[in-house]
């Protein structure tokens, strides 16, 4: 008989079982019956669900489905759940092979969600799983207020978030920061989607196109070098705004399951201003976005360009995309120094602060 590792809760359990299910890309109603599971028993304490697994009640409550409750009572008996065991054999190989060198050297990601915005975790669940993994950092990158249909923040909730950031780090193990940041949309002028002296605050600025992505070639490249030759941009996030396949598992996430071609734009003249501004193009680690393309990396690679390889996770197991980016970074010959998120926390701070430092 298999025994539940280090006397786990069930809570515990089930968090994990959602983690390990995000990061296969699983369906997110998949995923949400293990995370509503463990909010429901989360209040009920450890003699209360061991009596009500006793006395075969547990799926009296609402929330708890056959799958769950054999997982709890599990762990309850002492065991480990074949769910479990079944997902932790998958978990020890990496999700793409070839980037494990670059991925050791990575020190925390610059690009995630909360449920802030469309992300479907609280931010303190967004923070434990980048801490399991051994981030030093994690930046908060919750969409701005255009952005609507992703509950972007507006400039009096992104000051809350921020009181709530601080609250967090208070709370966190010395070592690992959670960094407040942003990712801010790139109006049509290639102006940024917040209040500059808000702006001004924060750890790091991911600047991203999410609306007019069919805009005219000309006008998408002088929308984005202004983006990237404002001071306040950090990263350029997912550049191209392709989709290579449908979008999945993401809990909270509205819309965008579809397939989308990427932007028209001048690329070398992009990717030119982020060289000479310091801006670092983000290597989007989501498999169904895989941007930049290929050709887009090598050219950004010969331009002399920072990168970011990110996750743009909308959910703690999406944390560990990262393979997926450090693989594609290593086929198209990223070099490890010039991977922002290799640094440690003072010096990208730095950089953060004036990118054109690491010039």
């Known amino acids: 008989m298999s025994h539940a590792p280090g006397g786990a809760e069930p809570v515990d359990v089930l968090r994990r079982i959602a983690f390990l299910l995000e990061r296969e890309r699983a369906e997110t109603r998949r995923v949400e019956a293990y995370r509503n599971a463990a909010a429901v028993i989360l209040p009920l304490g450890e003699d209360e669900v061991r009596r009500r697994v006793e006395a075969g009640t547990l799926r009296d409550l609402a929330g708890i489905g056959p799958s769950t409750s054999s ?4 762990v309850v008996r002492g065991e480990t759940p074949e769910k479990l065991t079944d997902l932790e054999s998958r978990a020890g190989t990496p999700l793409a092979t070839g980037g494990e060198p670059l991925r050791e050297l990575l020190r925390g990601d610059l690009h995630s969600h909360s449920d802030w915005s469309d992300g479907g975790s609280p931010i303190e669940e967004m923070v434990a799983s980048a801490m399991e993994l051994g981030h030093d950092y994690l930046a908060l990158t919750d969409h701005s207020p255009r952005l609507t249909v992703a509950r972007g923040l507006t400039a009096d909730r992104l000051r809350r978030q921020l009181q709530v950031v601080d609250a967090v780090n208070g709370q966190t193990a010395p070592g690992f920061t959670l960094l407040k940041a942003i990712e801010v949309d790139i109006l049509d002028d290639g102006g940024l989607d917040q209040d500059e002296d808000l702006l001004g605050e924060l750890d790091v600025r991911v600047a991203s196109v999410h609306s007019k992505l069919t805009m005219a070639r000309t006008a998408m490249t002088r929308r984005m070098v202004a983006a990237v030759e404002n001071p306040l941009t950090s990263v350029l996030g997912h550049c191209t705004g392709r ?17 989308r071609p990427p932007s028209d734009f001048d690329a ?7 060289a000479r501004t310091g801006t670092a193009v983000e290597v989007n680690s989501r498999p169904e976005r895989q941007d930049p393309p290929g050709a887009l990396l090598d050219l950004a690679v010969e331009t002399g360009c920072l990168f970011a390889v990110s996750t743009d996770a909308h959910a703690p197991g999406q944390l560990d995309f990262l393979d997926y980016g450090c693989e594609r970074a ?7 120094d ?3 998120n290799t640094w440690p926390l003072e010096r990208l701070l730095e950089w953060a602060r004036d990118p054109a430092s690491a010039l």
């Not at 997982?71 to 599990?74: D, M, Q």
């Not at 070398?268 to 982020?274: G, H, I, K, L, Y």
């Not at 290593?330 to 490890?336: F, K, L, Q, T």
């Open 338 to 340: 010039r991977v922002v």
């Open 330 to 336: 290593v086929r198209h010959g990223v070099p490890a």
């Open 71 to 74: 997982v709890v009572e599990a």
């Open 243 to 259: 989709r290579v396949m449908p979008r999945r598992g993401d809990r909270g996430a509205r819309g965008g399951s579809r397939a």
């Open 268 to 274: 070398a003249a992009v990717f030119e201003a982020c």
